[in-house]
């Protein structure tokens, strides 16, 4: 590519925004194609803010006030919707005039499952299975079920618990990972279909 791309990227919090741009680098270097960069557009007051601050920020765009990137990836966690019908409410938030291509991201519930969706990776990585799902949702049960896995095989989480991405993501088998994952495979197939797609504009 003969220049670099910018990705804007809407998501709920940090741990989103750390997972996702380790991902959009795994997947660039996969495809031996310029790594993106990811300019987090963060809504920082969780799913139930994260519609309402994504269409105010689509006005700021239509304004001319913000500048917009190459491309547009919204993330936000399905909770108990479920991945498909999540996107479709994200879909409908989304002014599709403001950008040429928009990629959705659901994960389904949080984010945090994406961790454990190669459980080889994650044994091999931190040497402790990964722990059966919550049986409640929530998204701070989930950074709990994480956080407690990773204190169980003896790591120190100071901060959010996905920031264990960036040393997990490297050693995951996306393939793998996607099979056990659907709304995973959904995300990682419409970046890698994005990226290829500008492979050959610029041939």
């Known amino acids: 590519m003969a220049e670099r791309l910018v990705l804007d990227l809407f998501c709920e919090d940090s741990g989103h925004e750390v997972f996702i741009t380790n991902l959009v680098r795994v997947i660039a270097r ?9 300019k987090p557009i963060s809504a920082r007051g969780g799913h139930g803010k994260a519609i309402s601050e994504l269409k105010a920020w689509q006005r700021g765009l239509r304004s001319g006030a913000l500048v917009r990137g190459d491309a547009l990836l919204a993330v936000i966690d399905a909770n108990s919707k479920g991945w498909r019908a999540m996107d479709r409410d994200v879909r409908a938030a989304i002014d599709v005039s403001l950008y040429p291509q928009v990629i959705i991201g659901c994960p ?7 961790c454990a969706a190669d459980p080889a990776a994650f044994q091999s990585q931190f040497s402790v299975a990964v722990p059966s799902a919550p049986s409640r949702g929530g998204r701070l049960v ?17 901060g959010d618990p996905m920031d264990i991405s960036l040393e ?16 995973l495979q959904h995300l990682v197939s419409s970046v890698r279909a994005w990226l290829q797609r500008q492979m050959w504009t610029d041939l």
């Open 142 to 158: 989930y950074k709990q079920w994480l956080r407690t896995a990773l204190e169980q095989a003896g790591e120190m989480v100071l």
């Open 168 to 183: 997990l993501l490297p050693a995951m088998d996306l393939n793998r990972a996607c099979r056990n994952d659907d709304s």
């Open 108 to 114: 389904d519930p949080h984010v945090e499952v994406w």
């Open 30 to 38: 996969s495809l031996a194609v310029t790594e993106p960069l990811v």
